[in-house]
């Protein structure tokens, strides 16, 4: 970002609070995206773990879609945090009154549980303990069909690429912070 200092003021440069209220608008978009990609989640995960009950082989079908729902949720996170240093480090300093993000960055321990992150726990909490529940109520009914056998295969690797998801992203996230 430039800075005019010809007259030995700093001057915004000009369509930088039109860029800046575009990438603030951006983020509150995906930041509505995420929470609606959980509520979808649990809107899903009742629908198919409810028709699980009396069909086990029905909640089998879950595994996999949640982890699509999962990736979907931390691309949107990804991306709130690229647009939030991007705020911080080109915005920032330069129009009058912004340093939501600094604050926001240097309070971070404040929302944490441990090395988690509360966003990342709680979001993927409902991925994982929905997925859990799922494979739980097939291998209940579970009748050793191929069919099963393919789709508890499925959800196992789910299950666990969620959780490598998970930890993959709660590294950068630290990377990010600490550098």
Known sequence: MNINQDDGTSAIKPGAELQFNTLREEMIKRIELRHQIVAITLTVAGIVLSFGVSTGSVALVYPPLALFLAMGWIHNNLRIRQLSKYVRDNFEGLIPGLGWETHRQERDAETRLGAWPLNVLSAGGVFLITQVMAISLGILSFEFSPAEWFLLTGDIL?????????????RRRKRHLSG
Do not use: C, P, Q, T
Not at 158 to 170: A, M
């Open 158 to 170: 789910s299950l666990l690429f969620v959780v490598l998801l998970l930890e993959n992203f709660r």
